[in-house]
């Protein structure tokens, strides 16, 4: 039973160029979290999605967005990016109101820096 | 923003002691979960308390909440080389947004 699958591992981009990362959840679930983890730090909520709707969204700008695609995989797009957008991008799989009671499977990260 | 924080914010131990981590947070919560991190990658789950438990098991480790303190800890008994990890607490609010809210961690170091 595959976990949650996150794509590329590491990426190096330059200041205003734009990012796309993607995440393929475990099986059986069908919601997927998107998390930033600053150096240090722990993991902030980005935004959730469910029936391929944004349903969350954290405190961050416009300049990320995302997609939940009918196999519910998703994408995480990061638009201008900025040297403060350098962090790990944790993906977290669940199922639909699960969450409360068993948890969230995350996968093992894309670290992203920006230069 | 974070929710809470962890405390203390580095431990380092001997193999085979106990390892006792808090956390505090701020606002009513559905449920406290635990999490593992290794060397900055993907966080594992490692238990999930209910605003209406006060404790639970699961193996090596021991898990209390204390809702009117609003604040957990977390024990890790006879610790082994491969518990270092840093560790986090997340909470998910009573009301509003189902999404994990993180402390700011404690970095586990176990000495051989």
């Known amino acids: 039973d595959a976990g949650v699958t996150q794509s590329p591992t590491h990426l190096i981009k330059t200041r205003g160029q734009q990012v796309t990362l993607r995440c393929s959840p475990k099986?059986?679930?069908?919601?997927v979290s998107w998390y930033q983890q600053a150096l240090g730090q722990g993991p902030q909520f980005i935004f959730q999605?469910?029936?391929?709707?944004?349903?969350q969204r954290g405190n961050f700008p416009d300049r990320f967005s995302g997609h939940q695609f009918p196999n519910y995989s998703s994408e995480l797009n990061v638009n201008a990016l900025l040297l403060g957008d350098s962090a790990l991008y944790l993906c977290?799989?669940?199922?639909?109101?699960?969450?409360?009671?068993?948890?969230?499977?995350f996968g093992s990260g894309t670290r992203l820096t920006v230069v | 923003s974070q929710q809470g924080e962890e405390d203390p914010q580095a431990l380092s131990i001997q193999e085979g002691e106990n390892a006792t981590m808090n956390c505090s947070y701020k606002?009513?919560?559905?449920?406290l979960q635990w999490y593992r991190q290794n060397s900055g990658r993907g966080l594992v789950h490692l238990i999930l308390?209910?605003?209406?438990?006060r404790e639970k098991h699961s193996g090596r480790l021991r898990v209390t909440l204390d809702t009117s303190k609003k604040s957990s800890s977390l024990l890790i008994t006879a610790s082994r080389a491969a518990d270092t990890a840093s560790y986090f607490c997340?909470?998910?609010?009573?009301?509003?947004?189902?999404?994990?809210?993180f402390g700011q961690g404690t970095r586990l170091t176990i000495n051989p």
């Open positions: 977290a799989s669940s199922s639909w109101g699960g969450e409360t009671n068993y948890g969230y499977t």
């Open positions: 099986s059986g679930h069908d919601t």
């Open positions: 999605y469910y029936e391929e709707e944004e349903r």
């Open positions: 606002t009513s919560i559905n449920n």
């Open positions: 308390i209910r605003s209406n438990e």
């Open positions: 997340a909470t998910v609010a009573l009301e509003g947004a189902q999404k994990l809210v």
